[in-house]
């Protein structure tokens, strides 16, 4: 802690919220809301490593599609699975073994989505799609009570963070959504928040206040419209009428 000083929380929101491990594994504490800025800036990392991903198979002559899967395997890997099983416990708890399926077509839309994006506009889409899902599960942990959840276990809780950060995440997310969309990014951004905001009430009301699978769905529910909205923004093909 001493040697990575203030920069001590981003290794938290590192060691929390993917497979890269920076600095001691000391004791979280009172760095765990100090995080929470990094939790969501470390999606410019993790959407940019799944953009690699697809650059590579690409290079090596691969269709778009496999690069696509190369991507939405490669966010899967570099964010710890984070997401997609702290999606699959919430559907479980919901629909038993309905759950799997639920998880496949998580999947399976964001990897159809990516494919169906212009691949110049795949960067910008992973970053923006990884930077608002992870901003949507912050910003639940605002709108409704703070999440105490196990400090040491993967999440994306980090207890209470203050509106301050809040605005200021929220304004860096919508200069990067306006930036690569223009208006329509930031209707992506407001059409993420009021998910997070509806199933934040959905699990108030059947589990007491939202957990940390709760937010690992709204993150799931929030990249995947994103890349569905970049799919229709810049579309790889024309519009297909039946």
Request: hydrophobic fraction near 60%.
């Amino acid at each position: 802690m001493r040697r990575l000083g203030p920069l001590y929380p981003a290794s938290v929101a590192l060691r929390r919220t993917t497979v890269m491990r920076v600095g001691p594994n000391a004791p979280i504490g009172e760095d765990l809301a100090r995080s929470a800025p990094w939790v969501v800036g470390l999606g410019a990392i993790t959407g940019f490593a799944g953009y690699a991903a697809a650059w590579v198979v690409a290079r090596w002559g691969a269709s778009p599609l496999l690069a696509a899967a190369a991507a939405v395997a490669a966010l899967a890997i570099v964010g710890g699975a984070v997401m997609e099983s702290g999606f699959a416990r919430w559907a479980e708890r919901r629909a038993g073994r309905a759950a799997v399926i639920a998880s496949v077509t998580s999947m399976v839309v964001r990897f159809a989505a990516l494919a169906s994006i212009a691949p110049g506009r795949w960067l910008a889409a992973l970053v923006v799609a990884e930077l608002a899902a992870r901003w949507s599960a912050v910003l639940l942990q605002r709108l409704g009570d703070p999440i105490f959840d196990d400090a040491e276990r993967p999440g994306y809780s980090v207890g209470e963070v203050s509106w301050g950060v809040i605005g200021a995440v929220t304004a860096a997310v919508a200069i990067a959504a306006a930036w690569a969309f223009g208006w329509r990014g930031i209707a992506a951004l407001v059409a993420c928040g009021a998910c997070a905001f509806a199933l934040g009430l959905e699990a108030q009301r059947r589990d007491g206040q939202p957990g940390s699978d709760a937010l690992a769905a709204v993150a799931a529910l929030a990249g995947a419209i994103v890349l569905v909205a970049a799919a229709l923004i810049a579309p790889a093909w024309p519009a297909w009428t039946p």
